[in-house]
């Protein structure tokens, strides 16, 4: 997704991306996504968005040190659903709620079978 928009379309393609799992995830594709969805939250001012933006950069320095600690990404990525759940309930992830709920389940799915819980 090229746009600096949050679009329900983008959400389907970052499913769709995370849906083989992310161990199959290129490294490359994973950061983009990453950096790509923070930007994106970022740009939109929203407050609410901002701890998800915040829980995406997280992951992108874990990404990229040294030493990946499964654990620790695992954590993050719960985290990060938990907070996609959460605004899928707001009136802002409302109109996508399905969408941010099947995100949501990715990313907590994955964080709970890296971190081993």
Known sequence: MESNQVTPEGIDETISTLDGGLRNLAMNVALNQIEGWRLRLEATGVPELQPIADGLARLQDNLTSDGVDPGT???????LGDQVRGLAST?????V????EALASILSDEGRRLSGS
Request: net charge negative.
């Open 73 to 79: 990404v695992g954590g993050i990525l719960t985290d």
């Open 97 to 100: 709620s399905g969408r941010l």
């Open 91 to 95: 009136e802002i992830g409302g109109p």
